[in-house]
């Protein structure tokens, strides 16, 4: 379960501002400020909802002082009707600003979200060898809906709840300047608490959500992976974990859960402790005849107003800094950097590409295996047009050689180059248009036969995509299908068998037609049968196009122009298959072992 990933990711991220927790959520702004529209007309709904708010005590005491004490029927309806006229505007106002707010948060988190999957997509190779794609996920789903409550909630109701405090307090003085004193004495006690809490808060949830995304990443990778975990009848196995994993998320919500309910339980207790000191000494002005009783009434609402308003501020201001551990970490996300960039001004790769391909002194290593050249001082020129097989042992370094050609990482030193060109030059989305990948374990999408194939060249029409298929012999069993081209591929293919799923990635390689083919042939063992048709679609797939293939079968290293042997990250030998053999070198070995048992 040790996982280095979030390590790596935020060592890569940008450093987050964690000392000024809600301050956080400052990196929201530009993404509320896109719909500045909708920000006033939820301002404005506010001021008017404020305002009728604030004036209802007036209202009361009116209705105390002059409705029922001057006893006139015609007071009393005008009292009523002012009072009536307040809760309109009040209901209204209320509407318009949930309204407004409401669609404020939906149009700023889908902004968000989109925006933070258009970056992810993006993102090198190394960063996603070092993050779970089910963190990533959670990152899109959970933290962005949480940062959706907290513009639609919680930032509504603190900013509500914070015009409503400074305005009720101003009345309180106007009101009666003596009990607004004594008042003001026991509001401030009551934010102590909310700020110590806070901060203790915003640690426990970050905490929290990690729980989360861990458990979530679990259960991604393993029920992806179902076949696997029940090859080895390791579902008990698996519950545990996911058990353990929801144990600890629940242990640490429950921290937080807690710690929330103290701060809230302080505050409300503080508040309404410091009102009923100040009402009892209201009550004794009234009865002393020092004040009329629509006047207290009218205190007390605005006490029981601005109290209530603290007490939601103290409950919101947690929740704030809770989305602010959120936003925390989407926007560490967004700020992590692409290694991979295209040059401020690319170079074009001549046209017609020719697919000449040269490896100059290469040397790599993996960002995760700083100390082990995954390449070193790699060198390789493939002329247009020519079929080279890479050979060597397990971990030689030949799918490095295809990664590094599609720029997926950059060389630490050499350069790689197409047509004569560095490939750091060119616009990667143009480099990788001119070469297709056909890999070991093919991608196939929860989609159609149809769409799968067409992702290869997302405008190919039909003929395009049927003569594809036609010459990746794969016609045959996709006419077969319940529903043909249309038929539903089930997530990652199961519906398929091993050598059709490659014969979709071929056809897919096929219709994108490109001059440069990466080829990394499939180890696990196809029937006769599917192999051949296989090894059909593949010659088909290659006839003129320079090919880079890591070759596996006997069939393949013989009809390649050159054999590279390749092993810890250098060439070791090059030739023909007869040549090698004759060398007796570390091919003889290999081929001895995997082609001519
Ligand atoms: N993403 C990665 N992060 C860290 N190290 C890696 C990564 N991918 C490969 N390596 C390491 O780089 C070296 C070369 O790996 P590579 O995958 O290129 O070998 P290979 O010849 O293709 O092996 P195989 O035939 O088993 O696929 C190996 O030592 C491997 O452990």
Redesign the pocket.
Known sequence: MTDPAPATATATAAPAARKAPVGQLRTLWPFVRKHRGLLVAWLLALACSSAATLSLPVAFRTMIDQGFAAGGGRAIDQAFLLLFGVAVVLALATAARFFFVSLLGERMVADLRQQLYAHLIGLD??FH?ANRSGELVSRLTADAELLRGVVATSMSVALRSLVTFLGSIAMLFVTSPRLAAFALVGIPLAVLPIVFGGRRLQKISRSAQDRVADANALANETLGAVGTVQAHAREPYERGRFGDAIATAVATARRRIQAQAWVTAIAILLVFGAITLVLWSGAHDVAAGRMSAGTLAQFVLYALIGGGSVGALAEVWNELQRAAGGMGRISELLHVDNRINAPATPRPLPAPVQGSIAFDQVTFH????PD?P?LDGFDLRVRPGETVALV??????????L?LLLRFHDPDRGVVRVDGVDIAELEPAQLREAIALVP?QPTIFAASARENIRYGRLDADDDAIDAAMQAAHAREFIQALPEGLDTPLGERGARLSGGQQQRIAIARALLKDAPVLLLDEATSALDAQSERSVQQALETLMEGRTTLV?AHRLATVLKADRIVV?DK?RIVAEGTHAELLAQDGLYAELAKLQFLD
């Open positions: 190779a190394s060898d993996y960002p995760a295996r082990l995954a060597g042992p397990s971990g030689a370094g030949k799918s490095t050689v990664s070991q890591i390749m990250g």
